[in-house]
């Protein structure tokens, strides 16, 4: 258990509307990273953080915009979601080894109708 | 299986058989690989990984195996148990490169007939 909670679990939204997905730490990772997950896509990296207020784009970042004002809090907020970013969101940690591996959250499911 | 969809190649596989997943890349630069195993309704759990100095490692009932000639990456799950059914991830990244990013492969569905 990496100690990564993802709130919330489930949300469904209208076009157009605001959303804020949390994630929460409770072992003072350095790196945090928002994927999402599509069919036929995979997991594609949003946004990821290498520290407070440190953040930086990954592939698909156009439409989502990342916050981190403390270690164990990574935001990812949709300022104006549309239909095209109903997906599976998922937040993780990198270990604290010096090598890559990810440790996963358990998914934010999001749709917008 | 809400996760992943409905497009994924699915490896269908006799209980107590062994399993064979392929995992094509293609940066170069990377050198170091990821096998994750995503349950329905789960984020992605590591299950085994293997920097590019290696070409084989070996876990409980796991192995990994890396062609960095061909770019190939490949799982092998031994005595496949009904709790292996899910899908499958390799991953890999540069280490060092910025914010260490890992890239995903698409994955594969493994099911495990009892």
């Known amino acids: 258990d990496a100690g990564i909670t993802q709130s919330p679990r489930h949300k469904v939204t209208e076009t157009g509307t605001p959303v804020t997905l949390r994630c929460h730490q409770t072992?003072?990772?350095?790196?945090m990273y928002w994927y999402r997950q599509d069919p036929g896509h995979g997991l594609r990296l949003i946004h990821y953080?290498?520290?407070?207020?440190?953040?930086d784009k990954g592939e698909v970042s156009d439409g989502y915009s990342v916050s981190r004002s403390k270690t164990e809090d990574f935001l990812l907020t949709l300022e104006s979601a549309t239909s095209s970013q109903t997906s599976v969101y998922f937040c993780?940690?990198?270990?604290?080894?010096?090598?890559?591996?990810?440790?996963f959250g358990e998914g934010s499911r999001l749709t917008v109708l | 299986g809400e996760n992943v969809g409905l497009h994924l190649p699915t490896l269908s596989v006799q209980e107590g058989d062994n399993s064979i997943i392929n995992c094509a890349y293609s940066?170069?630069?990377?050198?170091?690989f990821i096998w994750y195993k995503q349950e329905s309704g789960k984020g992605p759990q590591f299950i085994i990984d293997?920097?590019?100095?290696?070409d084989k490692r070996q876990g409980q009932r796991v192995t990994v195996l890396l062609n960095k000639t061909v770019k190939h990456l490949s799982l092998q799950i031994a005595a496949t148990q009904p709790g292996d059914s899910a899908v499958y991830f390799c991953?890999?990244?540069?280490?060092?490169?910025?914010?260490?990013?890992?890239?995903f492969g698409g994955g594969t569905r493994v099911l495990v007939k009892p």
């Open positions: 072992e003072n990772h350095r790196y």
């Open positions: 993780a940690i990198r270990g604290s080894g010096n090598t890559g591996e990810l440790f």
């Open positions: 991953a890999e990244t540069p280490i060092g490169a910025a914010g260490n990013k890992l890239t």
């Open positions: 293997i920097r590019s100095n290696m």
């Open positions: 953080s290498y520290g407070v207020k440190d953040t």
């Open positions: 940066n170069s630069a990377s050198d170091y």
